[in-house]
């Protein structure tokens, strides 16, 4: 069987070993297990974690506006 965006390799000895996988295609599916296992982080999410509310941007805005009339 053949899936399109999906290539199963062989070794020397003809046996399966690789599987070359599209991740334009399939990223989405494969997130979970790709940060599961280490090899990517899902910076995103902590960014978000992090991020200013509505309320401290617009504080954060207007202090920066303020301190730039008096430059």
Same mark, same amino acid.
């Given at each position: 069987?053949?899936? =399109?965006?999906?290539e199963? &390799?062989? $070794?020397?000895?003809?046996?399966?070993? /690789?599987?070359?996988?599209? #991740?334009?295609?399939? !990223?989405?599916? #494969?997130?979970? /297990? #790709?940060?599961?296992? !280490? @090899?990517?982080d $899902?910076? /995103?999410?902590k &960014? %978000? &974690? $992090?991020? @200013?509310?509505l &309320?401290?941007?617009?504080?954060? =805005?207007?202090?920066?506006?303020?301190n %730039?009339?008096?430059?």
């Amino acid at each position: 069987m053949q899936v =399109s965006g999906i290539e199963i &390799e062989k $070794n020397k000895k003809g046996e399966d070993a /690789f599987i070359r996988i599209d #991740l334009k295609k399939y !990223g989405k599916q #494969l997130q979970p /297990f #790709l940060e599961e296992i !280490g @090899l990517i982080d $899902n910076d /995103f999410e902590k &960014e %978000w &974690e $992090n991020g @200013l509310t509505l &309320e401290e941007a617009k504080r954060r =805005s207007i202090e920066k506006i303020r301190n %730039w009339k008096r430059e």
